[in-house]
């Protein structure tokens, strides 16, 4: 009975040891994507103020597959692209984000 009691607990920690570092993987590519995805806003969206590169970022990414999420986190690296740009606005164009950003800004601008 001792060694199943043991066995459990050492699979629950190697389990939640996986989840930490799984977790540390995302945040990490969440910050290199928002580095691409912030260049892409500031550089080709010349109608977004300043003020709103943040919070449009912010919520590309939020509305951005794992998959998109690792091609901007790439993209950090290798620099953008017109692909990088074209997949912005593709983010950009879903209903979801077009909220977000619609409620990021009010909030933003103070005038909500």
Do not use: H, W, Y
Not at 52 to 64: A, G, H, Q, R
Not at 66 to 89: M, Y
Request: overall charge neutral.
């Amino acid at each position: 009975m001792m060694i199943r009691t043991t066995l459990a607990l050492c699979a629950l920690m190697a389990v939640t040891a996986c989840d930490d570092a799984t977790q540390a993987v995302d945040e990490a590519a969440r910050r290199s994507a928002k580095l691409a995805v912030s260049e892409i806003v500031a550089t080709r969206f010349p109608v977004v103020p300043k003020a709103l590169i943040t919070p449009f970022t912010d919520c590309v990414i939020d509305n951005s597959s794992a998959r998109e999420i690792g091609t901007f986190a790439r993209d950090a690296v290798i620099g953008v692209s017109d692909t990088t740009a074209a997949l912005v606005r593709t983010v950009l164009e879903r209903p979801e984000t077009q909220q977000c950003v619609v409620r990021a800004g009010v909030s933003a601008l103070g005038t909500g």
